[in-house]
């Protein structure tokens, strides 16, 4: 595959790749370290990529493994997880601060989710992909995605729900 070929293949395709390892790794310093490495990596397949079926899913499936890798690794004890900070200028300034509180919230509870069901929270919700692209990327049966996902996001409900009944506490 010719270089263009290969931007253009990989390039769509490389804020995903960040915002995935953004979700997994602590700093976005990190996560553009990891996009960079699994880049790298991709090129270094780069006359193989035409076997792959979906270069895509090829790619956050090896970005979710190198991030998994980074956090279980003696060097990232101080990793967690961020959420991506979203924003619209055409907001109020009390919306927007209303807006951040809850975003810091969700973060906050997501930190607290087991690993598969944050996994899937930001495949499915953030990224937007299909279950069955999720279901390939984590190696889980239609069912096992569901199921993370819906206790996942009942998870997040009732703790936002708590938290604005009782203040932040």
């Not at 079926?53 to 890798?69: H, I």
Request: proline content about 2%.
């Amino acid at each position: 595959m010719k270089q263009s070929e290969f931007l253009n293949t990989v390039m769509p395709f490389k804020d995903k790749l960040f915002r995935l390892a953004k979700r997994l790794l602590v700093s976005k310093e990190e996560a553009e370290d990891a996009t960079q490495e699994i880049l790298l990596k991709l090129w270094s397949k780069n006359s193989k990529m035409e076997e792959y079926k979906n270069v895509e899913a090829f790619a956050m499936t090896m970005t979710k493994n190198f991030c998994l890798d980074r956090l279980k690794s003696k060097q990232a004890g101080n990793l967690k997880l961020v959420h991506s900070n979203y924003t619209d200028e055409n907001v109020s300034l009390q919306n927007a601060v209303e807006t951040n509180d809850s975003l810091d919230w969700v973060q906050k509870i997501m930190e607290e989710l087991p690993e598969q069901q944050k996994l899937v929270l930001q495949l499915r919700d953030v990224e937007a992909y299909e279950f069955e692209e999720i279901c390939a990327l984590l190696d889980m049966k239609p069912t096992a995605v569901r199921v993370a996902l819906s206790r996942a996001r009942k998870t997040v409900r009732e703790r936002l729900i708590e938290k604005h009944r009782y203040g932040i506490g």
